[in-house]
């Protein structure tokens, strides 16, 4: 069974960091492309990040780009999401996903964790 | 960046009823949009690949159609179980995926 098991939300101030944490399990970690995604309280879903199975390509919404910082540890199964100079709109639950896999390139998520909340007041 | 526009926002329907819901794209896809059930506190679901590709496990009662700018999603015959939100995902020429803006399926 995937299992995708997320951890490291929480209240930060403003302009503050945290570092999101996705540990996998149920599947070959390396052979699978893996996504960051997230829902503003009372809003839609967005599409974050994306990493390739090896590390070497990433993708970002514009929205967090040259503040959040998407990387994966092979060795460990994992997958992080490091965000930094928060600001109020990103409260957000944070969602890792693992990508469908479908075929090489064409990346979209498939399986999804239960969602971690950040929530950035002061 | 592609835009999906998704109708409607939300609907209420009786148990047994055929749910229709659309999206269009800002530009050619192709069949590159999938469909997504979110239920609150809840992972979101695959549903639908491809446009028109059941997931795996996905009751045959939700469909998928459409090419091109316009999709629908439908539920042949509504559920108790299926309330939640619905959102279409396209991910043609990324990044970024974009979804659309959701509908809120409530039963009466």
């Known amino acids: 069974e995937i299992q995708l098991v997320q951890s490291g939300g929480g209240v930060v101030q403003p302009g503050g960091s945290l570092r999101l944490s996705c540990t996998a399990s149920g599947f070959t970690f390396e052979e699978y492309a893996m996504h960051w995604l997230r829902q503003v309280p009372g809003k839609g879903l967005e599409w974050v990040s994306l990493i390739s199975g090896n590390g070497v390509t990433t993708y970002y919404a514009d929205s967090v780009k040259g503040r959040f910082t998407i990387s994966r540890d092979n060795k460990k199964d994992s997958l992080y999401l490091e965000v930094n100079s928060l600001r109020a709109e990103d409260t957000a639950v944070y969602f890792c996903a693992r990508d469908r896999g479908l075929r090489d390139f064409d990346w979209f998520p498939g399986v999804w964790g239960q969602g971690t909340p950040v929530i950035v007041s002061s | 960046d592609i835009q999906l526009t998704q109708s409607p926002s939300s609907l209420s329907a009786s148990v047994g009823d055929r749910v229709t819901i659309t999206c269009q794209a800002s530009?050619?896809?192709?069949?590159?949009l999938n469909w997504y059930q979110h239920k609150p506190g809840q992972a979101p679901k695959l549903l639908i690949y491809?446009?028109?590709n059941l997931e795996a496990g996905v009751p045959s009662r939700f469909s998928g159609s459409g090419s091109g700018t316009d999709f629908t999603f439908t539920i042949s015959s509504l559920q108790p179980e299926d309330i939640g939100t619905y959102y279409c995902?396209?991910?043609?020429?990324?990044?970024?995926?974009?979804f659309g803006g959701g509908t809120k399926v409530g039963v009466k």
């Open positions: 491809d446009a028109s």
């Open positions: 995902l396209q991910y043609d020429n990324i990044p970024p995926l974009t």
């Open positions: 530009q050619d896809i192709g069949n590159y």
